[in-house]
């Protein structure tokens, strides 16, 4: 794979940067900017460079079509505030504006094209309207560089076919998030304990498979943790339940036990009759749950348990929350398995922006962990083992 390094002589050369600036937001307002944080160094860099730096990415799923409730604009805005210098905005991603923006940029410049999935082609499943439109894309600039690792499980225009059709590199983020997920997933430091967390297990099959022969324990928590208390005959009250996955849940059960893997689950829940912040919580036993409640949470006799083997480990990989964080009187296991995150002496990951913007609003400062990665999806689909399309293409074009 080819390295910003390996470009050569930057100098008043046009860059397109697929960067992954996906946000949250509450309105205009960007609720957490840590994927804006961590798409610097590499801009800043080829900026220093004095390179002519074209950045494009995108925001939500809008349609295919512009919508103004996805405009990178706000996106765009803080981008310049923590780069320190301006940054120039085009209305329209491969459009005349784009075009314009392309052509006027002064070495060292940066510039956001509009939101990429403004247009049908970024994520079209027909190789030929995808690659018409990274055509366009790629007629803006000299080079490509990689750099959305939140996007590389995605093959699409912007991530995967550009890279076909100019010199393209790897960026610094990339490459950092890659550095670390192969340090999980070759000679992981023993004990490996992983954490997940999250609504669905279906979300998790893949990941949950592929660990059960690499991990040493593994924690299930959050939303999914009632399907595997379902599966060992317990009742689950209103909790969420996802019916078709009971005979999956058991078979896991069945091979971590085979397997020597250590699956734990919670020994108590936190219970609400409501899915509300202000409902009356109370703590049950795990397969105690009464019919008119629901779990939201693990309870604190888990929430110490589950502390202890993280603060244990010398690997630890965490994804998803552990409960209804959101609402502070079901946030306290996401807090005790953040806080355990922050206190192993071994590489402790926190995978994926719902649960790096759990931490961070949670109160943790983001230089507590080992590494906070900038994608879930992206995480879980290369510690499944899958092939991740934007890092492949990279390895063949270079
Ligand atoms: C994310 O937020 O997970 C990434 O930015 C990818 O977005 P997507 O899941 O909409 O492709
Ligand atoms: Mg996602």
Do not use: C
């Not at 990178?72 to 505030?81: F, Y």
């Not at 402790?348 to 879930?376: M, N, Y």
């Amino acid at each position: 794979m080819q390295t910003i390094d390996d470009l050569g002589d930057l100098t008043g050369k046009r860059v397109l940067v697929r960067s992954d600036l996906n946000v949250p937001l509450d309105g205009a307002t960007i609720t957490d900017d840590g994927r804006i944080r961590a798409s610097l160094p590499t801009l800043k860099r080829l900026a220093d460079a004095g390179a002519k730096v074209l950045v494009t990415a995108h925001l939500g799923r809008p349609k295919g079509t512009p919508d103004p409730a996805y405009t990178l604009k706000p996106v765009a805005e803080r981008l310049a505030e923590l780069l320190g210098s301006p940054v120039l905005f085009a209305g329209d991603t491969v459009g005349e504006e784009a075009r314009h923006i392309s052509a006027a940029l002064t070495d060292g410049q940066v510039a956001v094209l509009e939101n990429v999935r403004f247009n049908a082609g970024e994520t079209s499943k027909d190789d030929a309207e995808r690659g018409a439109f990274a055509d366009e894309l790629a007629s803006l600039a000299d080079v490509f560089v990689s750099d959305g690792f939140g996007v590389v499980h995605r093959k699409q225009a912007s991530v995967y076919d550009v890279a076909t059709r100019l010199p393209a590199a790897v960026g610094g983020l990339v490459q950092a998030e890659v550095e670390v997920l192969r340090r999980l997933t070759d000679t992981p430091e023993r004990p490996y304990v992983v954490v997940l967390g999250g609504s669905k297990v279906s979300d998790k099959l893949g990941v949950i498979d592929n660990l059960l022969d690499k991990a040493d324990t593994l924690l299930i928590g959050g939303g999914m943790v009632f399907t595997f208390l379902a599966a060992q005959g317990h009742g689950v009250g209103s909790s969420l339940l996802e019916a078709d996955q009971l005979e999956v849940a058991r078979g896991y059960i069945k091979r971590a036990a085979e397997q020597g893997v250590e699956l734990v689950l919670p020994t108590d829940v936190v219970v609400a009759p409501a899915f509300s912040a202000d409902a009356p919580a109370t703590v049950v036993a795990a397969d105690a749950i009464p019919d008119d409640q629901m779990g939201l949470d693990i309870g604190p006799d888990s929430a110490k348990a589950f502390a202890e083997h993280v603060r244990g480990a010398r690997t630890v990989f965490w994804n998803g929350p552990m409960g209804v964080f959101e609402f502070p009187a079901f946030a306290n296991g996401t807090r005790a398995v953040a806080e355990a995150l922050t206190q192993t002496d071994g590489l402790s990951v926190v995978g994926g922006g719902d649960s790096a913007a759990a931490v961070r609003q949670l109160g943790f400062a983001d230089e507590a962990f080992g590494h906070i990665s900038t994608g879930g999806g992206a995480s879980l689909e290369y510690l499944e083992g899958k092939t991740l399309p934007g890092l492949a293409i990279l390895e063949e074009t270079s």
